[in-house]
C-alpha cells in the first residue's frame, strides 16, 4: 500500500460530562485526527493524548510535532507491504507510542480497506461484538455515585468501574458494594498511591473487586509486583504497559493478574496483538481500555477487542454518553452491554467530515510527492 498523502488536524469536541479523575477534570478533548491516502482509499486514526502529560507523558504538542516534522516525512510516497514494515520505520525514534500509534492505525485500517476486509477479520478477532462496561469518574458525592451506577447498571453495562483517590476509596466503594451486591466492580486509582498506602489499600480487599487498576506509579512495575504479593485482589496495569517489552516484565515480575489493552498507549494494533499473544500465554486476562475517544478511535477498540484474550467487559462505551455529535456518521452505541464490532472494509466507520470540519481548530495535507 503505497502512502501519497495525508491530512493532520486538531479538533476539539466538548463532552457531555465532567470527568474527573484522581490527575484532573476533563470536560473536552483535543483530538489529533489523522486521514492517510493511497490507491483511491483512505485510513483513518485518533491520538489519545491530552493537551497536557497527566496520564502519561505525551501530549498533543509533541505528538503533532513527531507526526508532521517525522514520522510522516518517513512513511510519504512509500509503498509499504504491511503494517509491520511501517511499524519498523518508526521503530529507530524511542518511546512516543501514543504519537507512533496514530499513524499506525490509520495505515491498519488504510491496509485492511486495501485488502477489503474488516479490521477485526485481518487483526484475528473472533466476536461481533464486545462486552461492554463503563468508567465512572469522581462523583460530588456517594448519593450521586449511588445513582450514577444504579443508572449505568439499568442500562445494561456489564461492570462498573470507579475512579478513586486517596480519601475517596474504601467508603464510596463499601457503600456502592452494600447497594449493589451482584455487580462487578472495579476502582481505578491513576497511580495515585505509593507504598506508604499499603495498608489502606488492603482494606480494599474485603470488597468483592474484579480487580484494582493502576494503583502505583503510572511507569512502575516493581512495587506493583511487591503490592500483588499481599493483595488478594488482582491488580490490573494500565498506565505501566506502554509496550510488549513493558508486558513481558510484568508477567515475569508478577505485577499484576490482568491488564488493561489501549492500543493506542501500547504504539497501535501491532504492539497489542504482541502483548495479546503474551498475555495469553501467561493466562492474563485482557479488556479493551478506553481514552474517551471519538468515533474513530472507539472503531479501533471495538475490532481489536474482538480477538479471544479480550474475556473481561471493556471501557469502549456508548458514544452518546460522550457527545451530543460524533466526528463518524455511525452511532456506536451498546445495547444490553454489547457493542457491536462495526464492519465494512477497515474500521467500518465514515468520518463526519462536515461536522469534523466545523470543529477544526488546525489543519495540514502533505503530499508524498
Ligand atoms: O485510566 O482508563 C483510564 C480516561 C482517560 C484517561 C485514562 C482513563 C480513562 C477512563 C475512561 O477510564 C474510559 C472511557 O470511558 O473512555
Ligand atoms: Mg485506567
Not at 64 to 82: I, W
Not at 205 to 222: S, T, V
Request: glycine share 10%; charged share 25%.
Amino acid at each position: 500500500m503505497r502512502i501519497e498523502a495525508a491530512e493532520l488536524r486538531i479538533l476539539e469536541l466538548p463532552l457531555k460530562f465532567r470527568f474527573e479523575t484522581s490527575f484532573g477534570v476533563q470536560t473536552r478533548r483535543t483530538i489529533l485526527l489523522l486521514r492517510l491516502f493511497g490507491e483511491g482509499l483512505e485510513g483513518l486514526g485518533e491520538g489519545v493524548m491530552e493537551r497536557l502529560p497527566l496520564y502519561r507523558e505525551e501530549t498533543v504538542a509533541g505528538a503533532k510535532y513527531l507526526l508532521e516534522e517525522v514520522f510522516l516525512p518517513r512513511v510519504l510516497g512509500h509503498d509499504l507491504p504491511n503494517p509491520t514494515a511501517l511499524s519498523e520505520a518508526l521503530a529507530p525514534f524511542r518511546g512516543n507510542p501514543m504519537a507512533k500509534a496514530v499513524l499506525e492505525m490509520a495505515f491498519w485500517d488504510l491496509w485492511a480497506k486495501g485488502l477489503g476486509q474488516p479490521l477485526w477479520q485481518v487483526l484475528g478477532g473472533v466476536r461481533e461484538a464486545i462486552e461492554v462496561g463503563v468508567s465512572l469518574g469522581i462523583q460530588p458525592t456517594v448519593e450521586a455515585t449511588l445513582k450514577a451506577v444504579e443508572a449505568h447498571l439499568a442500562q445494561g453495562y456489564r461492570r462498573i468501574k470507579l475512579k478513586i483517590k486517596p480519601g475517596w476509596d474504601y467508603e464510596v466503594l463499601k457503600e456502592v458494594r452494600q447497594a449493589f451486591p451482584e455487580a462487578t466492580l472495579t476502582a481505578d486509582a491513576n497511580s495515585a498511591y505509593g507504598l506508604s498506602d499499603f495498608p489502606q489499600l488492603k482494606r480494599l480487599d474485603g470488597l468483592g473487586l474484579d480487580y484494582i487498576e493502576q494503583p502505583l506509579g503510572y511507569d512502575d512495575l516493581l512495587d506493583h509486583a511487591r503490592l500483588q504479593r499481599e493483595l488478594a485482589t488482582p491488580i490490573c496495569l494500565d498506565e505501566s504497559l506502554t509496550s510488549p517489552e513493558k508486558a513481558r516484565k510484568a508477567i515475569e515480575l508478577g505485577a499484576g493478574r490482568v491488564f488493561n489493552i489501549k492500543p493506542a498507549r501500547l504504539g497501535g494494533h501491532g504492539p497489542s496483538l504482541m502483548v495479546h499473544a503474551l498475555a495469553q500465554a501467561a493466562g492474563i486476562p485482557l479488556w479493551i481500555g478506553g481514552m474517551l475517544e471519538a468515533g474513530v478511535g472507539r472503531a479501533h477498540n471495538l475490532h481489536l477487542a474482538s480477538l479471544p484474550g479480550f474475556t473481561k467487559p471493556g471501557d469502549v462505551s456508548s458514544a452518546s454518553r460522550y457527545w451530543e455529535e460524533d466526528i463518524i456518521e455511525e452511532a456506536l452505541e451498546a445495547k444490553d452491554g454489547l457493542m457491536p464490532v462495526p464492519q465494512g472494509p477497515g474500521i467500518g466507520v465514515r468520518l463526519k467530515l462536515d461536522w469534523a470540519e466545523r470543529i477544526t481548530l488546525w489543519r495540514r495535507y502533505m503530499s508524498g510527492n
